[in-house]
């Protein structure tokens, strides 16, 4: 029995190994060769040490917010709210102009706060995004799927507005949402029309 655990033991440390390098290469941008992307992911990793990007497979559900739970596949973003379950929003159905950068925003109360996500879309890996509200700024989390798709998610959270709508009677609660990259520069933008 002895003997045997030695072989688990060894295989797991091997295995182990072995994943370190596949990570680093994950992580690292396009085009960097295989040699230098344990070098490349250590400055990613010291660049976006703000970041609150998670890296998915496809299906794996997230704890968005207390009973919300969200998660990527490669036809969109899935996410599920006590009230609404099995909600989507789809990157293939040619509803999002996936040629040019942007963002989208579904937003719904839940559990006495507001839950607000979307789906990005542009260059460059995304590292964080802010919302802006009528009561503040918000930063979020980015989810995406290993690789380059090209898109992504993001949830946050947010008091609920003060009043139910505007003087015109339409609510702009979310003024903009803007996905940064590690480096904090915009990778997409969403404003509000009343947002100027």
């Known amino acids: 029995m002895t003997r045997m655990k030695k072989y688990v033991t060894a295989a797991a440390v091997a295995a182990a190994l072995v994943g370190v390098p596949t990570m680093a290469h994950a992580i690292a941008p396009a085009g960097t060769p295989a040699s230098t992307a344990g070098v490349q992911a250590t400055t990613v990793a010291k660049a976006s040490s703000s970041s609150s990007a998670q890296v998915v497979v496809p299906g794996k559900r997230i704890a968005a917010a207390p ?3 969200l998660w990527l596949t490669k036809e ?7 009230t609404m379950a099995g ?6 159905d040619g509803n999002l102009d996936m040629s040019q950068p942007g963002v989208s925003l579904q937003a719904e109360p839940v559990e006495g706060r507001y ?3 979307g789906i990005y879309h542009g260059k460059g890996d995304a590292a964080t995004v802010k919302v802006e509200t009528e009561q503040g700024a918000v930063t979020g989390t980015i989810v995406r799927l290993a690789g380059t798709p ?3 998610g993001w949830y946050a959270t947010s008091k609920l507005p003060d009043s139910p709508k505007s003087k015109d ?3 702009d609660f979310v003024r903009s949402v803007t996905v940064y990259d590690a480096a904090g520069r915009t990778i997409a933008k969403m404003a509000s029309p009343s947002s100027g």
């Open 67 to 69: 009973k919300v739970q």
């Open 76 to 82: 969109g973003k899935h996410w599920s709210t006590p």
């Open 87 to 92: 909600q989507f929003r789809s990157v293939t």
């Open 115 to 117: 839950f607000l996500s």
């Open 150 to 152: 090209g898109w992504g």
């Open 169 to 171: 009677g339409k609510r």
